[in-house]
């Protein structure tokens, strides 16, 4: 069984980048709007959780150095102005208004940012491109003295193309999710990889704003207890163990075996509801992690939070192809640490099963309109494990930008939100790709042995 489940080393690399060029990129052609306009953002686009910069990192591996053609930075700086021009919003700033909600607004010498660097070691230095590493972080552009979740008056999209001695490149990204979720991220990046690759503006399909399709019902309907926003005092031990000790990131590679083992071994008795892959792998990672944590009391209730992509879920009206706005709602299961880790693995994923399936269009509606009368400021960890599910999201596919597919292509460093798991697909750099999936999650020193012998427990 331990084959089923292979943990991968996060190696730490010292690397020793030199930032060449700081170039701002404005749209290459006129835009809908002026200096002193602004733009609505909805209460999916404004929630806290939202209020970040997704860091990004994808490696190419292509020797690059030979090409007598323009610089990397100078083809993706190009393309990016071009795409700008329908992305215009990228090009923009966030402000806040009245009752603390933000809008984006356009004024002189806005645009997004090209950083340009270079270091002195190849690609190969790395080791295998498999897994998020935290030392990865100096690929990424931090402004000097740049505080934790700036968002005010920061460009919405800083790109850094950094070159490698042996010619590959890698390109740190960071989007601000205020203006797209994952998948809008997707449909941003194809179209710039699109254009960077054939030389001319490519994007399909045609972005749309039309952030007004999520207003706020007057007066608002909150239908739904929303226990993922609720304020819960910490008496339980989760959040110290992790927040008190410096977190580990570990990766784990769960095989297609396992997956489909734990899939069945999930399964209510009647299958009149049965669950789904990714029921059965977050109710199991959570009760892992719970385990591993030895999180007391138990009767201390918990929180299992996962975003649900709600786009199919729109029927009245239709929400316009090519919208590329923030349309995920957060699901939340939840459970007393006794019935997470002593129940039946079908019951859990049962709870899981069941939040997913709560997120209806008029629960989409109540988040909206519970965010207008109770709008969160500061995000919620008691209790509470989020699993973000990036296997849906096109993120290799979508990412040649003319020289083929990223070798890796994900997240870097988990350890600022450690009650955070990531699932993954497999890279296309990994030796022999298949249908295994990773799993990044953060562990105290202590818990960090125990979780793979619990991931191993499938047996009730």
Known sequence: MASLVEELQVPHINIQVTIDHVT??????????????????????????ARVFTPTVYFYRCNCSSSKEKRVGEILGDALANVLVPYYPFSGRLREIKNGKLEVFFGPNQGALMVEAHTDIAITDLGELEVPNPSWSPLIYIFPNEYNYKMIDMPLVIAQVTTFRCGGFSLGLRICHCLCDGQGAMQFISAWAATAKTGTLSTSPNPCWDREFFLPRNPPMVKFRHAEFMKIDETSSLTSSLWQAKPLQKCYRISEEFQTRLKERAQPQNYDQPCTSFDAMAAHLWRSWVKALDVKPMEYELRLTFSVNARQKLKDPVLQHGFYGNVVCLACATSTVSEVIEGKISSTAARVREARQSVTEEYVRST???????????????????????????????????WGKPVYAGPIDLTPTPQVCVILPEGEGAASPTRSILVCICL????????KECLLEICD
């Open 444 to 451: 105290s020193e202590s818990a960090a042995l125990r979780f």
């Open 24 to 49: 701002p990129v404005m749209p290459a052609a006129p835009i809908p709007v002026s200096s002193g306009d602004s733009l609505y953002l909805s209460n999916l686009d404004d929630m806290i959780g």
């Open 368 to 402: 909206v309109d519970f965010m207008e009368v109770d709008r969160p400021t500061r995000l919620e960890f008691a209790g509470k494990l989020t699993i973000t599910q990036w296997t849906r999201l096109s993120i290799y596919e979508c990412a040649d930008f003319g």
